[in-house]
């Protein structure tokens, strides 16, 4: 009497079942979701088989809460997931202990389809252990489903492809970390030799600096020596003929320097090795200082006029009768 009960309310439930059949595996997918990690390409560790297929708690259970739990999880549209709580399971279980009962291989035949989109759903969205899980379900509900072959190879061809593009994604990502490496190697070579260069030009311009200083302070030497051997003062002569005064008065113009410091070598031009001259046009004050100067003719252009001009606004020369206007060429060489 029992049995006959549950078999009229299969038989009411299976027009449910195919009426929110599309709907429920929707939501049960969404289901799938939340109670089964996700994993991606990644096989488990030991494929369901249909013999694995039913768990075996539910292999374990009697008869009758076997079709209690089945009745109550088509109910809640757990038709077949999550694994161990769904009616596939409940009814195969049942079917096992009353292989002879059509109510429940009728019930198996009509949640099949549903399993089956199931199972292609989980290829598609490459969760390929549920897909496992499900087409076990299958195998066993029915061995000779059309549909196997066809799921079966979906399911390899799934499981390369995705097995291929995490090989792939691991070549690209190591080669991601090999190409920064390769830029930050390079970074670092680039700043090393830009310090040496900059630690090249400080050298290179405080020895130019101590050799400027080393030659004034020369000339500055030279200068008191011949103050201190000029001879004593003679008496005033004669007041010369306007001729004569004409003709001493060149040489009371004529330069004497004092300091001359070198000009700084810029340094652009000592890291590329840069060579040349400026020709600069320069008046002396009658107290020695430079009052004025200009750049005549620069070789290469605008490369060293700067630097000239600098240097020739701190030349001193002895005092001068009249301003003079003088032309001096100041050469720049790396080598020097």
């Not at 390409?41 to 539910?58: E, G, I, K, L, Y």
Request: hydrophobic fraction near 40%; glycine fraction near 4%.
């Amino acid at each position: 009497m029992l049995d006959l009960t549950q078999g009229r309310m299969a038989r009411r439930i299976a027009p449910v079942i195919l009426l929110v059949g599309l709907t429920a595996c929707s939501k049960q997918e969404d289901k799938d979701a939340t109670t089964t990690p996700a994993t991606g390409a990644t096989p488990a560790a030991t494929a369901p088989t249909p013999a694995t297929a039913v768990s075996p708690q539910v292999q374990s259970m009697a008869a009758e809460q076997l079709r209690e739990s089945a009745t109550k999880a088509l109910q809640d549209n757990r038709m077949y997931a999550p694994a161990g709580d769904n009616a596939v399971e409940y009814y195969l279980a049942l079917r096992e202990k009353q292989p002879q009962d059509a109510t429940v291989n009728s019930t198996l035949t009509d949640l099949l389809p549903y399993t089956l989109i199931a199972a292609e759903q989980g290829i598609s969205r490459e969760e390929f252990p549920e897909a496992q899980r499900l087409i076990a379900l299958i195998e066993k509900v029915d061995p000779q489903a059309p549909a196997l072959p066809r799921l079966k190879s979906g399911l390899e061809t799934g499981m390369k492809t995705a097995a291929n593009r995490s090989e792939q994604d691991a070549e690209q990502a190591k080669k991601q970390v090999e190409d920064k490496a390769k830029q930050a190697a390079e970074q670092k070579r680039l700043a090393e030799q830009q310090s040496r260069e900059a630690a090249a030009a400080q050298q290179i311009a405080a020895q130019q600096e101590a050799a400027r200083q080393q030659t004034a302070e020369a000339e500055r030497q030279a200068a008191a020596r011949r103050q201190a051997e000029a001879p004593a003062p003679t008496p005033a002569a004669p007041r010369p003929a306007p001729a004569a005064a004409a003709a001493a008065a060149p040489a009371a113009q004529s330069l004497r320097p004092i300091s001359t410091p070198a000009p700084r070598y810029p340094a652009e031009a000592l890291r590329s090795g840069t060579s040349g001259e400026v020709l600069v046009e320069l008046t002396v004050g009658t107290d020695g200082s430079i009052t004025a100067s200009r750049v005549l003719r620069a070789n290469p252009p605008r490369v060293f006029d700067r630097e000239a001009l600098n240097a020739v606004k701190h030349w001193r020369f002895e005092p001068v009768a009249a301003p003079v206007t003088t032309r001096r060429t100041l050469s720049f060489n790396p080598g020097d």
